[in-house]
């Protein structure tokens, strides 16, 4: 009988402590999740994928609305709301980040990935963390990065075959002085806007066109007020998750973990469904009537030719360096 007392104590010593072990500081709260695109967006779809994940993982205590279409402001709006506290997360470009962190502009560099998986790579590892860890000082936290994709050319004006046909067409760049100077060496009249103002700019011919991923170019109808799409690939363009430091830093241990966690999760979901939908806009735009084209490998040597003092440009104004540890992060991961 002892014996038997003695198992079913230790039995129920083990069970507590499993169940202390277990137990998660999770309190109920309400993250507020701003991104620019539609709710029916490959962003839209990830931030709803990370609601759920978040919300499963946390026995439903950490709920997740989203606010699509920029409804809490643009990139950049959004951004210092969080840094204010006023705001819990987000999606947005890494492009709109270079007024808080410049480092950031050696993503806009023009041609650095030859694919995806470099990306993912780079981004994922050594160098892409680094860059995140430099914005806490800032007031935000640099969760995971998706995927934008690699962006494309878009006009109403004539098909572009090559960097000539770019002259004197007015082109929406985002507000970054590196897609300014890249353009403007095009021969194209870069105009930086909010993507907020896009499609209405096309509809009124404010701007001739545009450049993003096939992605946001089919969810935003952009199809609608431009004829002509050239696969230029000019440059590959992550999105980060970012989150409030001022929040962030008020939660417990066990909050954190969760929504890490689940951040990563949501990066593998939303890069993999990116990748898929891309492939398939490229066929919906044609079937809307685009006119589709793409650059030869030996106009796109010439485009690399004409941007090359972009990378100059950037690494006399301080970012040496950073160009350095990156390409030969790039070199690493293509040996």
Same mark, same amino acid.
């Given at each position: 009988?002892?014996?038997?007392i003695?198992? +079913? %104590? @230790?039995a &129920?010593?083990?069970?507590?402590?499993a *169940?202390?072990?277990?137990?998660?500081?999770v309190?109920?709260? !309400?993250?507020?999740?701003g991104y620019?695109?539609?709710?029916?967006?490959?962003?839209?779809?990830?931030?709803?994928f990370?609601?759920?994940?978040?919300?499963?993982?946390?026995?439903g205590?950490?709920?997740?609305?989203?606010?699509g279409?920029?409804?809490?402001?643009?990139d950049?709006?959004?951004?210092?709301?969080?840094?204010?506290?006023?705001?819990?997360m987000?999606?947005?470009s890494?492009?709109?980040?270079?007024?808080?962190?410049?480092?950031?502009?050696?993503?806009?560099?023009?041609?650095?990935?030859?694919?995806?998986?470099?990306?993912?790579?780079?981004?994922?590892?050594?160098?892409?963390q680094? +860059? %995140? @860890?430099? &914005?806490e000082?800032?007031?935000?936290? *640099?969760?995971?990065?998706?995927?934008?994709?690699?962006?494309? !050319?878009?006009?109403?004006?004539?098909?572009?075959?090559?960097?000539?046909?770019?002259?004197g067409?007015k082109?929406?760049?985002?507000?970054?002085?590196?897609?300014?100077d890249?353009?403007?060496?095009?021969?194209?009249?870069?105009?930086?806007?909010?993507?907020?103002?896009?499609?209405?700019?096309?509809?009124?011919?404010?701007v001739?066109?545009?450049?993003?991923?096939?992605?946001?170019?089919?969810?935003?109808?952009?199809?609608?007020?431009?004829?002509?799409?050239?696969?230029?690939?000019?440059?590959?363009?992550p999105?980060?998750?970012?989150?409030?430091?001022?929040?962030?830093?008020g939660?417990?241990?066990?909050?954190?973990?969760?929504i890490?966690?689940?951040?990563?999760?949501s990066?593998?979901?939303e890069?993999k469904?990116s990748?898929?939908?891309?492939?398939?806009?490229?066929?919906?735009?044609?079937?809307?009537?685009?006119?589709?084209?793409e650059?030869?490998?030996?106009?796109?040597?010439?485009?690399?030719?004409?941007?090359?003092?972009?990378f100059?440009?950037?690494?006399?104004?301080?970012?040496?360096?950073?160009?350095?540890?990156?390409?030969?992060?790039?070199?690493?991961v293509?040996?």
């Open positions: 009988m002892k014996t038997r003695a198992a +079913l %104590t @230790a &129920l010593a083990l069970f507590v402590g *169940g202390a072990a277990t137990a998660q500081d309190k109920p709260r !309400l993250i507020r999740f620019g695109l539609s709710e029916s967006s490959n962003q839209g779809r990830a931030v709803k990370f609601a759920d994940e978040l919300a499963k993982r946390s026995g205590k950490l709920k997740v609305k989203g606010f279409d920029a409804s809490l402001g643009n950049i709006q959004m951004q210092q709301t969080l840094i204010g506290g006023a705001q819990e987000m999606v947005g890494t492009a709109t980040l270079v007024g808080i962190v410049k480092d950031f502009a050696v993503y806009d560099l023009p041609f650095l990935f030859n694919n995806e998986q470099e990306a993912d790579a780079v981004l994922d590892g050594a160098f892409g680094k +860059l %995140t @860890a430099k &914005l000082e800032k007031g935000l936290v *640099g969760l995971v990065y998706w995927e934008n994709g690699f962006r494309n !050319l878009t006009n109403s004006k004539r098909p572009v075959t090559k960097a000539e046909d770019l002259g067409i082109l929406r760049v985002m507000q970054n002085p590196v897609y300014i890249m353009f403007n060496r095009f021969g194209a009249n870069a105009v930086p806007l909010a993507f907020a103002e896009l499609f209405t700019a096309l509809e009124t011919g404010t001739d066109g545009q450049e993003n991923p096939v992605t946001t170019i089919q969810s935003s109808k952009f199809y609608e007020v431009q004829k002509y799409l050239t696969i230029s690939k000019h440059v590959y363009s999105w980060i998750v970012l989150a409030s430091k001022r929040w962030f830093d939660l417990s241990n066990d909050e954190r973990k969760i890490r966690e689940a951040a990563v999760a990066r593998d979901f890069r469904d990748r898929e939908l891309s492939l398939q806009s490229v066929t919906f735009l044609k079937e809307k009537g685009m006119q589709i084209n650059l030869s490998d030996a106009e796109l040597n010439r485009m690399r030719d004409l941007v090359k003092p972009a100059d440009k950037y690494a006399a104004e301080g970012g040496a360096e950073q160009l350095k540890d990156l390409q030969a992060e790039i070199a690493k293509r040996k």
